[in-house]
Nanobody, 125 residues
């Protein structure tokens, strides 16, 4: 499985960005895709995740109500719509995938088998 993230950039606080994660390879509806981020000097943290079946989503408390994860299976893409961005959202955002994750595993980086490269999001205050 291969993943490629894109869509990062520079945005002012309060603005919006949409990240895309295109996946390819042997995936199926029982796969999950998650978004993670890592700011300079900080550990990687979970942002949002979903199962490609669409039946399960999970968000970090810090982004609930501001970020939305969705999928377009026809385009083999998972999106992360980010609204009301804050300076603390500045980080490198990466997407990852794994088969057969349950809800409690979506937020755990070690649950994921496949990782894409990151895309940088910079929010200016």
């Amino acid at each position: 499985v291969q993943l490629q993230a894109s869509g990062g950039g520079l945005v002012q606080a309060g603005g919006s960005l949409r990240l895309s994660c295109v996946y390819s390879g042997r995936t199926s509806n029982d796969y999950a895709v998650g978004w993670f981020r890592q700011a300079p000097g900080k550990e990687r943290e979970f942002v949002a995740g979903l199962r490609l079946s669409g039946s399960t989503t999970r968000y970090a408390d810090s982004v609930k109500g501001r970020f939305t994860i969705s999928t377009d299976k026809a385009k083999s893409t998972v999106y992360l719509q980010m609204n009301s961005l804050k300076s603390e959202d500045t980080a490198i955002y990466s997407c990852a995938a794994a088969p057969r994750l349950i809800w409690s595993q979506l937020g755990v980086p070690s649950s994921y088998h496949y990782w894409g490269q990151g895309t940088l999001v910079t929010v200016s205050s």
